[in-house]
């Protein structure tokens, strides 16, 4: 399916503040208000360092990445950013483990949204309630993702406000209650236990570069850059402050994974109201991801992929009215519900191997946009010089991308090498179904020289 551009074909209606609040929104519900419980148990007060050090990590790749979603606004993102300076191949494997990664998460945090739910509802005791509202949500998710995008912004955006509003809440309210004596010792497990409590961090902050992908639907480029910073200097700010108010609160030796540690913390508080409040945030926190990071930002490069020709054209299907990949968020939809289905069987295939599977994808796809990010500085200077924006102190923010991404693979894939195995398996396999079904005619992006071109041969 040949386009003249795939750019113009979503209109663009994201502003700054929609693209900024899926930047904070798109940060992982589960990995922040439940998995931060078995981080601190893991480090102990050092968590706040260890988290401190992945959300940091996150930033620096963020800006690493700005310059190209300024210079190449594009809904395809890393997808399209990688194929042209490394080839098609290249590209399709950066956008489809990104994608993937979301569309896999969107299982994970189905179960944590629905968990969450039944919270509310403590006269519902069956095993099954937990899945039956995250099939709900997921389902109300996506349609008002396919009813259009500046729709499911704007519901983003007011829930990331509250969001917003109920840790800042929490952590001047709660300050005063902060015991000093529970940061005491500050590694009780050594370096060893704060070096493991860092790939938790960045499983909670895995989700910040979601926002490149709204480069095509931003009505000012320059938007996405500054929404960019900002988001990761919010969630960066609004976690550690909070951790720290929940750490004075709670000795570190008494967080478990049974429950959310900041619901705990305000209920001792704040009573029974405060912990109400602290799961709304909570709910507010995993809704958003499945709402702008599962099924907006891989529906979005499903559509560029399929437009390009490496997936199927339905994928690539925009609605007449709504201008809204339909089709992929459709697949997106059954994909995470049935995986809420196969979490509710089996959650220990879900939650331990699937998920290991999305930190390994998500780190391939951010290390081959790392490498674009460079090639980009190297083969299109004069664009380069024409961006309304660059990052600053270059190549200092790409380097610490890949020491962050260092980090993140040695603390979770040390320990298990079959992880890696069965991960290039998979990306074997999808490779060979690259070459069998790629179609050579394809779309040409509207920012690709020739020289471009020549570069990717």
């Given at each position: 399916m040949k386009q003249d551009s795939n750019i113009e074909l979503m209109p663009k209606k994201l502003g700054?503040?929609?693209?900024?609040?899926?930047?904070?929104?798109?940060?992982?519900?589960?990995?922040?208000?439940?998995l931060m419980g078995q981080g601190i148990a893991t480090a102990g007060p050092s968590a706040i360092f260890a988290y401190l050090i992945a959300g940091l990590s996150q930033f620096c790749l963020m800006i690493a990445l700005a310059e190209m979603a300024v210079g190449m606004p594009n809904a395809g993102a890393?997808?399209?950013?990688?194929?042209?300076?490394?080839?098609?191949?290249?590209?399709?494997?950066?956008?489809?483990?990104?994608?993937?990664?979301?569309?896999?998460?969107?299982?994970?945090?189905?179960?944590?949204?629905?968990?969450?739910?039944q919270w509310f509802f403590p006269q519902l005791t069956g095993a099954w309630w937990p899945t039956v509202f995250g099939v709900?949500?997921?389902?109300?998710?996506?349609?008002?993702?396919?009813?259009?995008?500046?729709?499911?912004?704007?519901?983003?955006?007011?829930?990331?406000?509250?969001?917003?509003?109920?840790?800042?809440?929490?952590?001047?309210?709660?300050?005063?209650?902060?015991n000093l004596e529970h940061f005491s010792p500050m590694f009780p497990h050594g370096v060893s236990g704060f070096w493991?409590?860092?790939?938790?961090?960045?499983?909670?902050?895995?989700?910040?570069?979601?926002?490149?992908?709204?480069?095509?639907?931003?009505?000012n480029p320059r938007d996405l850059p500054r929404a960019l910073i900002w988001s990761s200097i919010t969630f960066l700010l609004l976690y550690t402050f909070a951790q720290i108010v929940l750490q004075g609160i709670i000795p570190w030796n008494q967080f478990t994974m049974e429950s959310s540690p900041f619901t705990e913390a305000a209920g001792q508080?704040?009573?029974?109201?405060?912990?109400?409040?602290?799961?709304?945030?909570?709910?507010?926190?995993?809704?958003?991801?499945?709402?702008?990071?599962?099924?907006?930002?891989?529906?979005?490069?499903?559509?560029?992929?399929a437009r390009e020709g490496f997936l199927p054209a339905?994928?690539?299907?925009?609605?007449?009215?709504?201008?809204?990949?339909?089709?992929?968020?459709?697949?997106?939809?059954?994909?995470?519900?049935?995986?809420?289905?196969?979490?509710?069987?089996?959650?220990d295939f879900l939650y331990v191997e699937l998920s290991m599977q999305l930190v390994l994808a998500w780190m391939?796809?951010?290390?081959?946009?790392?490498?674009?990010?460079?090639?980009?500085?190297?083969?299109?200077?004069?664009?380069?010089?024409?961006?309304?924006?660059?990052?600053?102190?270059?190549?200092?923010?790409?380097?610490?991308?890949?020491?962050?991404?260092?980090i993140v693979f040695f603390g979770n894939f040390i320990?298990?090498?079959m992880t890696i195995v069965r991960g290039m398996i998979w990306m074997g396999i999808l490779y060979v179904l690259f070459k069998k079904f790629n179609k050579a005619d394809r779309y040409k992006h509207p920012y690709e020289s020739s020289d471009a071109q020549t570069n990717v041969k």
């Amino acid at each position: 399916m040949k386009q003249d551009s795939n750019i113009e074909l979503m209109p663009k209606k994201l502003g700054f503040w929609h693209i900024w609040a899926l930047g904070v929104g798109a940060v992982i519900g589960d990995g922040i208000f439940l998995l931060m419980g078995q981080g601190i148990a893991t480090a102990g007060p050092s968590a706040i360092f260890a988290y401190l050090i992945a959300g940091l990590s996150q930033f620096c790749l963020m800006i690493a990445l700005a310059e190209m979603a300024v210079g190449m606004p594009n809904a395809g993102a890393m997808s399209v950013w990688v194929e042209r300076f490394m080839g098609k191949w290249w590209g399709f494997l950066a956008g489809f483990t990104f994608a993937i990664g979301w569309v896999i998460a969107g299982g994970s945090v189905g179960i944590a949204l629905g968990t969450i739910t039944q919270w509310f509802f403590p006269q519902l005791t069956g095993a099954w309630w937990p899945t039956v509202f995250g099939v709900f949500f997921i389902s109300l998710f996506a349609l008002l993702n396919i009813v259009g995008t500046e729709i499911a912004a704007r519901t983003q955006l007011y829930l990331v406000l509250i969001l917003t509003l109920v840790m800042v809440a929490f952590a001047l309210i709660g300050i005063k209650d902060v015991n000093l004596e529970h940061f005491s010792p500050m590694f009780p497990h050594g370096v060893s236990g704060f070096w493991a409590a860092i790939p938790l961090g960045t499983y909670a902050y895995l989700g910040a570069v979601t926002l490149t992908t709204a480069g095509g639907e931003c009505r000012n480029p320059r938007d996405l850059p500054r929404a960019l910073i900002w988001s990761s200097i919010t969630f960066l700010l609004l976690y550690t402050f909070a951790q720290i108010v929940l750490q004075g609160i709670i000795p570190w030796n008494q967080f478990t994974m049974e429950s959310s540690p900041f619901t705990e913390a305000a209920g001792q508080v704040f009573g029974w109201a405060g912990a109400l409040f602290m799961n709304v945030a909570a709910w507010i926190a995993a809704a958003t991801c499945i709402l702008m990071g599962t099924l907006y930002a891989a529906s979005r490069i499903f559509f560029v992929q399929a437009r390009e020709g490496f997936l199927p054209a339905f994928f690539g299907y925009l609605h007449p009215r709504t201008k809204t990949p339909v089709y992929g968020i459709l697949f997106i939809w059954a994909c995470s519900v049935g995986l809420v289905l196969l979490g509710h069987f089996n959650p220990d295939f879900l939650y331990v191997e699937l998920s290991m599977q999305l930190v390994l994808a998500w780190m391939v796809s951010w290390t081959l946009a790392l490498i674009a990010a460079i090639l980009y500085r190297k083969k299109a200077k004069e664009e380069v010089s024409a961006l309304p924006w660059k990052q600053p102190l270059y190549p200092l923010f790409p380097i610490l991308g890949f020491i962050g991404i260092g980090i993140v693979f040695f603390g979770n894939f040390i320990g298990s090498p079959m992880t890696i195995v069965r991960g290039m398996i998979w990306m074997g396999i999808l490779y060979v179904l690259f070459k069998k079904f790629n179609k050579a005619d394809r779309y040409k992006h509207p920012y690709e020289s020739s020289d471009a071109q020549t570069n990717v041969k």
